[in-house]
């Protein structure tokens, strides 16, 4: 991932426009036992994937939280739409993981959304170790 801010055609990088909703699609959702929902949001701006996120965390005992941005380059800009649901997903399971701390009821909320999160990452990263073996044998 390049630095955003450095590659963007903006002298004030964060006046730079995000993609509106008819711009990207949400590639990946979880929402389960309705303790929380996770969205990742993939789209393409300057010819670079982008990605943006949305989640929320559900229940009057704990409180709601929650947080997102649309998807744009001064997030980040990817080579490949895998790259950007990897770091989006990454990203919010690290969100999750920092809101839960010190919340025992929030924890147990959030862990089968960061349990989710990391089986997609794990399949996500299978399936790119599957894609460089293939390339291997298409060279030989």
Known sequence: MKCAKHTIPCDRWWEYPVLSPSQFRTVYKFDKDGSGIVKVLIGKQDGF?????????????????????????????????????????????????S????????????RPIVKAIRLRLRELRYLQQLEFFEAMENYE
């Open 49 to 97: 994937f982008v990605m943006g996120y949305h989640w929320e965390i559900y229940g009057s005992s704990v409180g709601c939280g929650g947080g997102g941005c649309y998807p744009g380059r001064k997030w980040g800009e990817f080579k490949s739409r895998d790259e950007a649901e990897e770091y989006a997903l990454q990203f919010v399971c690290q969100r999750f993981s």
């Open 99 to 110: 809101a839960s701390k010190g919340r025992k009821k929030m924890g147990s909320r959030v």
